[in-house]
């Protein structure tokens, strides 16, 4: 997994352009196709990303492309304190950042180098309106037991995160 060096003081948002992660592809294959891939892959999908999936949000892009990614903390978009998921898309936006197409996170789990035990991160996305109504997202974690998983979570207007939490996102060319 590519790493970061850690810098005492991160840089302000929009000083320069963020790093790329990782280069992935979507596109192509259906949901079924996408799903027996995770599954073979040994990926715990948990229920709630297996729903969204299942859902009409969850659009596939109808062929092959490239994406850039960048793997930022919040700070670096420049919050210093708990901030709603609204508000972490206009930032990204502000730094060349753009959500991601919803297949991106299977995409990326199937993708990502060797993901280490404990690392974890939110996708970056127009969430998906669950069974019940509510938003959810992406969230792909490594359990300290090894386990990769494929979660979703939600995020309501109300709820909030640390400026230490972790998002993939997409990079304009």
């Given at each position: 997994m ?9 840089a302000?948002?929009?000083a320069e352009?963020?790093?790329v992660?990782l280069?992935?592809e ?5 949901k079924?196709q996408?799903?027996q891939?995770l ?8 229920p ?10 969850f659009?596939?892009?109808p062929?092959?492309?490239t ?5 930022v903390?919040?700070?670096?978009l420049g919050?210093?304190?708990w901030?709603a998921?609204g508000?972490i898309?206009?930032a990204?936006a ?5 959500k ?5 996170a299977a995409r990326?789990w199937l993708?990502?180098?060797d993901?280490?035990p404990g ?7 127009d969430?998906i309106?669950g069974?019940?109504g509510?938003p959810?997202?992406?969230y792909l974690?490594c359990h300290?037991?090894g386990e ?7 995020v309501?207007p ?5 400026p230490?939490r972790?998002?993939v996102l997409?990079?304009r060319?």
């Amino acid at each position: 997994m590519a790493r970061r060096i850690k810098s005492s003081t991160p840089a302000p948002a929009g000083a320069e352009r963020l790093p790329v992660y990782l280069e992935i592809e979507v596109g192509g294959g259906s949901k079924r196709q996408l799903v027996q891939a995770l599954d073979t892959g040994g990926c715990y999908i948990g229920p709630c990303a297996r729903e969204m999936i299942s859902r009409p949000g969850f659009t596939m892009a109808p062929g092959p492309r490239t994406i850039k990614l960048a793997r930022v903390q919040l700070r670096t978009l420049g919050f210093t304190d708990w901030v709603a998921w609204g508000d972490i898309l206009k930032a990204a936006a502000g730094v060349g950042g753009e959500k991601l197409p919803p297949e991106a996170a299977a995409r990326l789990w199937l993708q990502l180098p060797d993901q280490q035990p404990g690392d974890h991160f939110w996708v970056l996305m127009d969430p998906i309106k669950g069974r019940d109504g509510e938003p959810y997202v992406f969230y792909l974690v490594c359990h300290d037991d090894g386990e990769r998983r494929l979660l979703g979570r939600y995020v309501s207007p109300g709820r909030r995160f640390f400026p230490h939490r972790e998002i993939v996102l997409g990079l304009r060319e």
